[in-house]
């Protein structure tokens, strides 16, 4: 009957979850590791086993009317109703129940709410579809794009442990600090979400959203954005790495100087196969999501650079464009975005590869002038 | 009572009948196969998102058509399926169980169902345009759904404006009807309860459709005349977007569930052979419920960044709300307790829906704790749960109430063998469909992704396999309503042991007109 189903569909759910502590990944909500993370997983618990509790009293009720008060079996109807004492009864113990949970729920959205005192400060942007990490007090800056390869996502290779999980520069964050967050957005909406720290945010574009985390253990820690935000709104994850302190110190420098030489190296002058080699790379990450690996595009949302007259005519309103973007549609400005030599590799490339043959070289000192021109 | 043996005439012959009738049993009826074909077109489109997700990558479509599928699925189930479907039930039963001849406003009622059929051929029909159709969600917040949607956006948004005059028409028609066209002697507490939950819910439509029509609106003008009330850029806040939109989606929910409890409550004290236990406080919960429902909206946004007086606020409003609807499920029970039960096909889909609505509840309550939120926040838990309050709640009381007043639609007793095979079949496809995304969405998968890391993948297989079983036995549905429609034993005019109200006291099938002059009421 309808009711066992039930009490066997509760009970496989108890057993699910009484397995949590063998598979805490699979079934239920990850404990985490910070404070809050960990207060969040007991007020889902509490509530959770209150559910149960309710649950359990109620359909126990209906499934002994539907065993012993089957018409099949006998039963005569009584004929009582309205009863304002029984009433009021299961009016009043559900809110004082509520009350009881309203207490904890409470102080735990106090506590995520206290963005106070932070140690670090890291800037999160969403763009469609990566994410830019500022350290405000270290003016160190980098994006976040997912490094799945696009055979593994069209089935054509085997696909790793960390399938769609994985980004190439990873989100680098102190243990046991307060880091704090400072969320926005370049384009649409997007949320930053990592379950091990309960840190979810809304980036909302023109606005900041504060949140924070102190992270206890050292590892890698992973999420995604949580709000839809268009086509590669699946495809855009979060990777943090919580590290000791000095090892954090030991990365902002290196990453400062990895930058530096970055910078330093748009000052030589670059071959034709050279800038294709890396114009392939960085088109691949950032520009192939919508204009497609094979430049087709997919029109009219996402226009074709194949055989396009700004990659084959216009070099100017080339530049001009992946420079500065183009105001109302999808095209983002990455003058900010990328470097000197990365921009000029990605011109070059699209004005060389499938078929633009015109054999145009983009100086990496072009793009720094036209850059510093604005 | 009266009966339509007199000099009346029949229904008009052909094409205009139904195009011109002002017949609420007509108009009833293209309300209901409006709402069947628009359940099967968005269940094809539910059936494709499950196909993609069968298994990490991309196999069967990409993900922008993906999104573009997500997007429709929920637009046509909520505003195609579920809702005329319940409007299409009040055309039929609202008269006959207030002792009407007839809706109050028929022109109207005529006009009201005939916009629907154009406002989702011009939605269906943005699939078929360049760019795609609409594929930011059903919820379509800016700016996705201005700067960054689809052209094809100027289309959903007249399409929107259309099913909201529909809708608006459709409730004032019903309240007038309620208000003046009850038998003398029926007065406020002695209507039944699908009558009383469809006034409230009438009231809550012509409160919030105005608020949608004004939010589509305002994105029209974004889009199209350079104004930025959802821009940052120009002064505007994507975010009052999200705030217009659940002030009118939060009622929306209970439009969607209000006339749910409303049949429910018919059909349990018919099977129970016991009078609902009790009456009046049903009528003060969904009351309550209704109020309650205009100052939870912000509950749907957690993470937008609220202030914490606002966050507080919505968690303590929302909790309060499973008072009322707790009270409902208790006195379902009561009505079952010391009952003398029997289990044809209304009664297993009102006890399906007891049970799965309550789990339904349980997951809205534990998504009302706003910390616990942040985690639950547009995961697969969402999707569970809000599934799981529609499907097993609105759908399966449309079909429960389907199967309870056919005898009486169509003079005929449905085939109670196909009747159980649909329930069962649907009853564990549904729940092999959305109850593993209780456990997808705590693990932390998030809602609206076409392609999933690997630790999701197994559950993901089952929801799929659950979706094919669920979507496929609906075709029973349509099996049983044909055969019933063509024959099968004679009803009789009570067709239910218990059966009790106006309904049940004219004959099967109910004649063309019925109540022309009005009942006596005890």
């Given at each position: 009957?309808?009711?066992?189903?039930?009490?066997l569909?509760?009970?496989?759910?108890?057993?699910?979850f009484?397995m949590q502590?063998?598979?805490?990944w699979a079934?239920?909500?990850?404990?985490?590791?910070?404070?809050?993370s960990r207060?969040?997983?007991?007020?889902?618990?509490q509530?959770?086993?209150?559910?149960v509790?309710?649950?359990?009293?109620?359909?126990s009720?209906m499934?002994?009317?539907?065993i012993h008060?089957?018409?099949?079996a006998?039963?005569?109807a009584?004929?009582?109703h309205?009863?304002t004492a029984?009433?009021?009864?299961?009016?009043i113990?559900?809110?004082?129940?509520?009350?009881?949970?309203?207490v904890?729920a409470?102080?735990?959205?106090?506590?995520?709410?206290d963005?106070s005192?932070?140690?670090?400060?890291?800037?999160?942007t969403g763009?469609?579809?990566?994410?830019?990490?500022?350290?405000?007090?270290?003016d160190l800056?980098f994006?976040?794009?997912?490094?799945?390869?696009?055979?593994?996502?069209?089935?054509?290779?085997?696909k790793?442990v960390?399938?769609?999980?994985?980004?190439?520069?990873?989100?680098?964050?102190?243990?046991?600090?307060?880091?704090r967050?400072?969320?926005t957005?370049?384009?649409?909406?997007?949320s930053?979400?990592?379950p091990?720290?309960?840190?979810k945010?809304?980036a909302?574009?023109?606005?900041i959203?504060e949140?924070?985390?102190?992270?206890?253990?050292?590892?890698?820690?992973?999420?995604q954005?949580?709000?839809?935000?268009?086509k590669?709104?699946?495809f855009?994850?979060?990777?943090?790495?919580?590290?000791?302190?000095?090892?954090?110190?030991?990365?902002?420098?290196?990453?400062?100087t990895?930058?530096a030489?970055?910078?330093?190296?748009?000052?030589?002058v670059?071959?034709?196969a050279?800038?294709?080699?890396?114009g392939?790379?960085?088109?691949?990450?950032?520009?192939a999501?919508?204009?497609?690996?094979?430049?087709?595009?997919?029109?009219?949302?996402?226009?074709?650079?194949?055989?396009?007259?700004?990659?084959?005519?216009?070099?100017?309103?080339h530049?001009?464009?992946?420079?500065?973007?183009?105001?109302?549609?999808?095209?983002?400005?990455?003058a900010?975005q990328?470097s000197?030599?990365?921009?000029?590799?990605?011109?070059t490339?699209?004005?060389?590869?499938w078929?633009?043959?015109?054999?145009?070289?983009v100086?990496?000192?072009?793009i720094?002038?036209?850059?510093?021109?604005? | 009572?009266?009966?339509?043996?007199?000099?009346?005439h029949?229904?008009?012959?052909?094409?205009?009948?139904?195009?011109y009738?002002?017949?609420h049993?007509?108009?009833g009826?293209?309300?209901?196969?409006?709402?069947l074909?628009?359940?099967?077109?968005?269940?094809?489109?539910?059936?494709?998102?499950?196909?993609?997700?069968?298994?990490?990558?991309?196999?069967?479509?990409?993900p922008?058509?993906?999104?573009?599928?997500?997007?429709?699925h929920?637009?046509?189930?909520v505003?195609?399926?579920?809702?005329?479907?319940?409007?299409?039930l009040?055309?039929?039963?609202?008269?006959?169980?207030?002792?009407?001849?007839?809706?109050a406003?028929?022109?109207?009622?005529n006009?009201?169902?005939?916009?629907?059929?154009?406002?989702?051929?011009?939605?269906?029909?943005?699939?078929f345009?360049?760019?795609?159709?609409?594929?930011?969600?059903?919820?379509f917040?800016?700016?996705?759904?201005?700067?960054y949607?689809?052209p094809s956006?100027t289309?959903?948004?007249?399409?929107?404006?259309?099913?909201?005059i529909?809708?608006?028409?459709?409730?004032?028609?019903?309240i007038?009807?309620?208000?003046?066209?009850?038998?003398?002697?029926?007065?406020?507490?002695?209507?039944?309860?699908?009558?009383?939950?469809?006034?409230?819910?009438?009231f809550l439509?012509?409160?919030?459709?105005?608020?949608?029509?004004g939010?589509?609106t305002?994105?029209?003008t974004?889009?199209?005349?350079?104004?930025?009330?959802?821009?940052a850029g120009?002064?505007g806040?994507?975010v009052?977007?999200?705030?217009?939109?659940?002030?009118?989606?939060?009622p929306?929910v209970?439009?969607?569930?209000?006339?749910?409890?409303?049949i429910?409550?018919?059909?349990?004290?018919?099977?129970?052979?016991k009078?609902?236990?009790?009456?009046?406080?049903?009528?003060?919960?969904?009351?309550?419920i209704?109020l309650l429902?205009f100052?939870?909206?912000?509950?749907h946004?957690?993470?937008?960044?609220l202030?914490?007086?606002?966050?507080?606020?919505?968690?303590?409003?929302?909790?309060?709300?499973?008072?009322p609807?707790?009270?409902?499920v208790?006195n379902?029970?009561a009505?079952?307790?010391?009952?003398?039960?029997?289990?044809?096909?209304?009664?297993l889909?009102?006890i399906?829906f007891?049970?799965?609505?309550?789990?339904g509840g349980?997951?809205?309550?534990?998504?009302?704790?706003?910390?616990a939120?942040?985690?639950?926040?547009?995961?697969?838990?969402?999707?569970?749960?809000?599934?799981?309050?529609?499907?097993p709640?609105?759908?399966?009381?449309?079909m429960?109430g389907?199967?309870y007043?056919?005898?009486?639609?169509t003079?005929?007793?449905?085939?109670?063998?196909?009747?159980?095979c649909?329930?069962w079949?649907?009853f564990?496809?549904?729940?092999?469909?959305?109850?593993?995304?209780?456990?997808v969405g705590?693990?932390?998968?998030?809602?609206?992704?076409?392609?999933?890391?690997?630790?999701f993948a197994?559950f993901?297989?089952?929801?799929?396999i659950g979706?094919?079983?669920f979507?496929?036995?609906?075709l029973i549905?349509?099996?049983v309503v044909v055969?019933c429609?063509?024959?099968?034993?004679?009803?009789?005019?009570?067709?239910?042991?218990?059966?009790?109200?106006?309904?049940?006291?004219?004959?099967?099938?109910a004649p063309?007109?019925?109540?022309?002059?009005?009942p006596?009421?005890?």
């Amino acid at each position: 009957m309808l009711g066992k189903f039930f009490a066997l569909f509760f009970g496989v759910c108890s057993f699910l979850f009484s397995m949590q502590t063998h598979a805490d990944w699979a079934l239920n909500m990850t404990q985490g590791v910070t404070d809050v993370s960990r207060s969040v997983y007991s007020l889902h618990m509490q509530i959770f086993w209150i559910c149960v509790v309710i649950g359990i009293l109620v359909f126990s009720v209906m499934l002994w009317s539907i065993i012993h008060h089957r018409k099949s079996a006998g039963a005569k109807a009584e004929q009582f109703h309205e009863n304002t004492a029984v009433e009021l009864i299961w009016t009043i113990v559900p809110i004082i129940i509520l009350v009881a949970m309203a207490v904890p729920a409470t102080t735990t959205l106090i506590k995520m709410y206290d963005t106070s005192e932070s140690d670090v400060d890291i800037q999160i942007t969403g763009y469609q579809w990566k994410w830019q990490y500022q350290y405000l007090s270290e003016d160190l800056s980098f994006f976040s794009n997912l490094s799945t390869d696009q055979d593994e996502i069209n089935n054509l290779s085997e696909k790793n442990v960390n399938y769609l999980l994985e980004v190439d520069e990873p989100l680098v964050i102190p243990v046991g600090k307060k880091v704090r967050f400072l969320l926005t957005s370049n384009d649409v909406i997007h949320s930053w979400w990592v379950p091990a720290f309960a840190v979810k945010k809304d980036a909302i574009p023109g606005f900041i959203n504060e949140s924070w985390t102190r992270v206890e253990e050292e590892g890698i820690y992973r999420g995604q954005c949580a709000e839809l935000c268009g086509k590669d709104h699946g495809f855009m994850p979060i990777v943090v790495k919580a590290v000791s302190e000095d090892e954090y110190l030991n990365w902002v420098t290196d990453k400062k100087t990895a930058i530096a030489a970055e910078v330093a190296a748009a000052a030589r002058v670059w071959s034709l196969a050279e800038l294709m080699e890396r114009g392939e790379k960085v088109y691949q990450t950032n520009c192939a999501a919508c204009h497609q690996p094979s430049g087709q595009g997919i029109p009219p949302t996402f226009p074709a650079l194949k055989g396009s007259v700004i990659a084959l005519e216009d070099q100017d309103a080339h530049i001009d464009i992946v420079l500065n973007g183009k105001a109302g549609s999808a095209m983002q400005a990455y003058a900010a975005q990328l470097s000197a030599v990365d921009l000029a590799a990605v011109i070059t490339y699209e004005r060389n590869a499938w078929g633009n043959d015109t054999g145009d070289v983009v100086a990496p000192q072009l793009i720094q002038s036209m850059v510093n021109s604005k | 009572m009266t009966s339509a043996t007199s000099h009346h005439h029949g229904p008009a012959t052909g094409m205009t009948r139904w195009l011109y009738t002002t017949n609420h049993k007509d108009i009833g009826n293209m309300y209901l196969i409006f709402s069947l074909v628009m359940f099967f077109i968005g269940g094809t489109m539910a059936l494709i998102i499950r196909m993609e997700l069968v298994e990490p990558g991309l196999q069967v479509v990409q993900p922008e058509f993906f999104n573009q599928m997500t997007t429709m699925h929920g637009l046509i189930m909520v505003f195609g399926a579920v809702m005329p479907g319940f409007v299409g039930l009040a055309n039929w039963m609202i008269p006959m169980m207030i002792g009407a001849p007839d809706m109050a406003l028929p022109r109207l009622n005529n006009f009201s169902f005939w916009i629907l059929p154009f406002a989702f051929t011009m939605m269906l029909s943005t699939l078929f345009m360049d760019g795609g159709a609409p594929n930011f969600g059903w919820t379509f917040y800016a700016p996705l759904s201005t700067t960054y949607a689809p052209p094809s956006v100027t289309y959903f948004i007249f399409a929107m404006h259309m099913a909201g005059i529909s809708s608006i028409l459709g409730a004032i028609n019903i309240i007038v009807t309620i208000m003046n066209m009850r038998a003398p002697s029926m007065n406020y507490m002695k209507m039944p309860l699908f009558v009383w939950t469809w006034l409230i819910t009438a009231f809550l439509l012509i409160a919030v459709m105005p608020v949608l029509a004004g939010t589509v609106t305002m994105m029209l003008t974004d889009i199209h005349f350079g104004t930025s009330f959802f821009d940052a850029g120009g002064g505007g806040d994507p975010v009052l977007f999200q705030h217009l939109f659940w002030f009118f989606g939060h009622p929306e929910v209970y439009i969607m569930i209000l006339p749910a409890f409303g049949i429910i409550s018919q059909i349990v004290p018919t099977f129970s052979r016991k009078p609902l236990f009790g009456y009046s406080s049903m009528v003060y919960a969904t009351s309550s419920i209704a109020l309650l429902s205009f100052t939870v909206w912000a509950h749907h946004m957690f993470t937008v960044g609220l202030p914490l007086v606002g966050e507080l606020f919505f968690m303590y409003a929302t909790m309060l709300i499973s008072v009322p609807t707790g009270v409902k499920v208790f006195n379902w029970v009561a009505t079952m307790f010391r009952g003398s039960l029997t289990f044809e096909t209304p009664m297993l889909f009102a006890i399906a829906f007891i049970v799965l609505f309550t789990i339904g509840g349980f997951s809205g309550l534990m998504l009302a704790i706003s910390p616990a939120d942040f985690q639950y926040h547009d995961t697969y838990f969402v999707v569970a749960h809000f599934h799981y309050v529609l499907v097993p709640g609105a759908v399966f009381s449309i079909m429960a109430g389907a199967y309870y007043w056919l005898p009486k639609w169509t003079g005929h007793m449905y085939n109670e063998f196909l009747g159980k095979c649909h329930f069962w079949c649907s009853f564990v496809g549904l729940n092999l469909t959305f109850f593993p995304m209780h456990f997808v969405g705590l693990a932390g998968m998030p809602r609206r992704i076409p392609d999933y890391s690997l630790q999701f993948a197994d559950f993901n297989m089952i929801s799929s396999i659950g979706g094919f079983l669920f979507g496929f036995s609906q075709l029973i549905f349509v099996i049983v309503v044909v055969k019933c429609v063509k024959g099968g034993k004679k009803a009789e005019a009570v067709s239910w042991e218990g059966a009790e109200g106006l309904e049940w006291s004219v004959p099967s099938p109910a004649p063309y007109h019925t109540f022309e002059t009005p009942p006596e009421v005890k």
